[in-house]
């Protein structure tokens, strides 16, 4: 009887060395090792900016095994940062922060890279974009300094517009103004949303169409004026609503919204993509992002799978019609 019992007891030690699959049950995919996260911009812009709260948010909340890695590269007008993304194939420890030079960049320089080359996870957020001014300069409405701009637009003394790189989102809303205003600005490109605040701050530009985050600190400390939103709708956050949209300033109907969306290297696996969109849901609800979104003027706008696919085949062509009428594609 003692020699049976002692059998028995060994029964489930047998079974586990004889039937391995009943001891290796499968687990999700999560991070082994640092994510890097590839920011395509300059230090203190909007997608800086985001990219380095989702790295210390997810610490903070404890969202991922592994720590986020926030990393720029901004060369090329965002390409240096595409094309290693592109070069990291099935990789699942690289993601990218990603803004509308997704579009911009390939078909201003012709470089090898579509966003199709990528993994697409998840649409953040929309970003919009102000008419700024320097809050030391007599220009109280976006009536009063297009006027002044008008002034100047025949000579060689034209006004500044500073803006993040060339034949990107900045320079596109730019030559809009000047096409349906018939004006003209000389447009200076700068590496990062943050440095074309800085500029205009310092009075080396004299107006910028800067994200709302990108200016919201100089703004609050008084250093800065928004003139008008380029958006269909005023902003509906409390801190913001006062400003008109350009519709309401100037009769002009020009509005426009940039990505702020999340992709992986190609091939990354379908495990890896569906752990990344889990752990963006989880941070999107967190407090603190929220506050930033609500903060920054940012649209809460998440999208995963085909819905997000469509909105980024929408946004292609957008950029293609409105590139090919500034006379931005690559000739």
Avoid at 15 to 21: F, S
Avoid at 78 to 106: N, R, W
Avoid at 291 to 307: I, M, N, P, R
Wanted: charge should be positive; aromatic fraction near 10%; charged fraction near 20%.
């Amino acid at each position: 009887m003692i020699y049976y019992n002692r059998f028995l007891a060994l029964i489930p030690t047998l079974l586990l060395c004889q039937w391995p699959p009943f001891n290796h049950v499968a687990l999700a995919w999560e991070p082994t090792r640092p994510i890097e996260f590839v920011i395509p911009a300059g230090s203190g812009g909007g997608a800086d900016q985001m990219a380095r709260l989702i790295g210390g948010i997810a610490e903070k909340q404890k969202l991922s095994p592994r720590p986020v890695i926030a990393i720029n590269k901004s060369g090329g007008a965002g390409a240096e940062g595409f094309l290693y993304a592109k070069e990291k194939k099935g990789d699942p420890h690289v993601i990218i922060i990603t803004l509308s030079s997704l579009f911009t960049t390939p078909l201003h320089t012709g470089v090898p890279f579509n966003w199709k080359d990528l993994s697409p996870i998840a649409r953040i957020a929309l970003d919009q974009f102000i008419l700024w001014v320097n809050a030391e300069t007599p220009y109280k409405t976006a009536k009063e300094y297009i006027a002044a701009v008008k002034e100047k637009s025949g000579g060689s003394e034209r006004m500044k517009m500073g803006g993040t790189g060339s034949a990107q989102e900045d320079q596109i809303i730019t030559i809009q103004l000047e096409q349906v205003l018939g004006i003209k600005f000389t447009y200076v490109p700068f590496k990062g949303g943050g440095e074309v605040c800085v500029n205009l701050v310092g009075k080396h530009i004299d107006s910028t169409v800067n994200n709302p985050i990108e200016c919201a600190s100089n703004w609050r400390a008084g250093r800065v004026r928004p003139l008008a939103v380029f958006d269909t709708a005023r902003i509906a956050d409390p801190d913001w609503k006062e400003i008109p949209t350009l519709k309401e300033a100037l009769g002009a109907d020009i509005h426009y919204q940039m990505l702020r969306g999340i992709f992986g290297p190609p091939d990354m696996p379908k495990d890896a993509i569906e752990w990344y969109i889990g752990f963006l849901k989880k941070l999107n609800d967190t407090p603190e992002f929220q506050k930033y979104l609500s903060e920054g003027a940012l649209k809460s706008a998440f999208a995963t799978g085909l819905e997000y696919v469509k909105w980024l085949e929408g946004a292609e062509k957008l950029h293609r019609e409105l590139m090919t009428k500034g006379g931005l594609l690559k000739k």
